[in-house]
T-cell receptor, first 116, second 114 residues
Framework: ETGVTQSPTHLIKTRGQQVTLRCSSQ?????VSWYQQALGQGPQFIFQ???????GRGNFPPRFSGLQFPNYSSELNVNALELDDSALYLC???????????????FGAGSRLTVL | AQKITQTQPGMFVQEKEAVTLDCTYD???????LFWYKQPSSGEMIFLIY??????QNATEGRYSLNFQKARKSANLVISASQLGDSAMYFC???????????FGPGTRLSVLP
């Protein structure tokens, strides 16, 4: 059973640029969530994709967008990068068909984005 | 208002001793789940333990146990027999109802001393 993998692990961008982060979900999982973790803080929910549709979004502007593919992998796109977008971006997968609060998120190691 | 509060920014514990990491939460939803995750310096969030709001007994997973006090809205993590490898950030998180997102606390940095 493969876990959640994310790429790239580190990247540096400048203000105004665009970035795409990628995530492969754990085998058997059909739901992917993205979280932003600023330095010294807990992760904050960006959005979630279930069966290729966005089905939940946190308090992030529209320049944060995403995709989920038929194989349940996912992309996070951020346009018009700002300095405050510097953070660790965590992808997590889960099995969205389980109607239970016990549905555990399995996280990847994250993509660390630095915006200069 | 903070939904998850972790009042201990940092904790130290001697190897082989037990340690309790505090977590209080705020919700009006009768159905919720509480989770603890460990984040080593590598960045990956590792699931440790889960407690459902309707669970009658405290959850346990190996050396981890969750001291769930529903009336006080607290869900403290107890780590028994601490090991050097337990040094990491620990996050308490909550999912309300069948909601899509987890809400995380600010975390507690645990340092295990030899």
């Amino acid at each position: 059973e493969t876990g959640v993998t994310q790429s790239p692990t580190h990247l540096i961008k400048t203000r105004g640029q665009q970035v795409t982060l990628r995530c492969s979900s754990q085998s058997g999982h059909n739901t992917v969530s993205w979280y932003q973790q600023a330095l010294g803080q807990g992760p904050q929910f960006i959005f979630q994709y279930y069966r290729e549709e966005e089905n939940g979004r946190g308090n992030f502007p529209p320049r944060f967008s995403g995709l989920q593919f038929p194989n349940y992998s996912s992309e996070l796109n951020v346009n018009a990068l700002e300095l405050d977008d510097s953070a660790l971006y965590l992808c997590a997968s889960s099995l969205g068909d389980i109607p239970s609060g016990a549905n555990v998120l399995t996280f990847g190691a994250g993509s660390r984005l630095t915006v200069l | 208002a903070q939904k998850i509060t972790q009042t201990q920014p940092g904790m130290f514990v001697q190897e082989k001793e037990a340690v309790t990491l505090d977590c209080t939460y705020d919700t009006s939803d009768p159905s919720y789940g509480l989770f603890w995750y460990k984040q080593p310096s590598s960045g990956e969030m590792i699931f440790l333990i889960y407690q459902g709001s309707y669970d009658q007994q405290n959850a346990t997973e190996g050396r981890y146990s969750l001291n769930f006090q529903k009336a006080r809205k607290s869900a403290n993590l107890v780590i028994s027999a601490s090991q050097l490898g337990d040094s990491a950030m620990y996050f308490c998180a909550m999912r309300e109802g069948q909601g899509q997102n987890f809400v995380f606390g600010p975390g507690t940095r645990l340092s295990v001393l030899p």
